[in-house]
C-alpha cells in the first residue's frame, strides 16, 4: 500500500497551505481538507493502493508533501501511481506475498529489490519496524528515489540514483493487510 511520496529535503513541507488546512492535517482531521481534483481513474486506482484515502490520507499527503512537490495534484499522485505500478509488479510484492505472518530480513528485502531494480537497489531500501508488545512488525518500506519520475518503466534508475538509505530495522514480521 501507498502511504505518500515525500519530495525533499525532507523538512519541505506544507508549502502555500492556508492555516486552516495545515491546522486540519496537523490535527489528524483530514476529511475536513478539501478533496482532491483527480481525474476518475486516478481516484479508482488511488483508492485501490492507498486504502487510508478513506481517512483522508491522500487529502493530507497533498497538504503536507505534495504542495511541495512543484506540480499539480493530478501529477503528483500520478507519479506515485507510476512507482506503486512499478513495485507491485516486481518480485517485492512476492516477498511480501509468500510471508504473511512470517518474518522478513532486510537482507531478504534488499536482495529482492537489487532483484527487481538492479545491482544497488537494495542499498536505497529501509525496513521500519514497530513493537506491539508480541512482535515487531512492518510497518513502513522508504524507498530512497532521485531524479524525474517519467513512469513506472524508469523506477530502477530513480533508485540507483538515489543516496543509500538507513538501515532501520534489520528485520520485523509481515502483517496481513
Not at 39 to 47: C, E, G, V
Not at 55 to 81: I, M, P, V
Request: net charge negative; aromatic share 8%.
Amino acid at each position: 500500500t501507498l502511504h505518500g511520496l515525500w519530495p525533499q529535503p525532507r523538512d519541505k513541507e506544507y508549502c502555500d497551505v492556508y492555516n486552516r488546512n495545515l491546522w486540519a492535517s496537523r490535527d489528524g482531521r483530514w476529511l475536513d481538507l478539501p478533496p482532491l481534483d483527480l481525474t476518475i481513474a486516478q481516484r479508482r486506482d488511488l483508492d485501490l493502493v492507498m486504502p487510508g484515502s478513506r481517512s483522508g490520507l491522500d487529502r493530507h499527503e497533498w497538504t503536507k508533501h505534495g504542495t511541495c512537490y512543484g506540480s499539480g495534484q493530478r501529477d503528483y499522485f500520478a507519479d506515485s501511481l507510476d512507482l506503486m505500478l512499478a513495485l507491485n509488479a516486481s518480485p517485492v510484492v512476492d516477498l511480501f506475498a509468500g510471508n504473511i505472518g512470517k518474518r522478513i530480513t532486510l537482507n531478504q528485502l534488499r536482495n529482492a529489490f537489487d532483484t527487481a531494480f538492479g545491482a544497488g537497489a537494495g542499498d536505497r531500501v529501509a525496513m521500519i519496524c514497530a513493537d506491539d508488545g508480541n512482535r515487531t512488525i512492518i510497518t513502513e518500506i522508504r524507498i530512497n528515489l532521485t531524479g524525474d519520475i517519467s513512469g513506472p518503466d524508469n523506477f530502477g534508475d530513480l533508485i540507483r540514483a538515489a543516496d543509500p538509505a538507513a538501515i532501520g530495522c534489520r528485520s520485523g514480521q509481515v502483517d496481513a493487510v
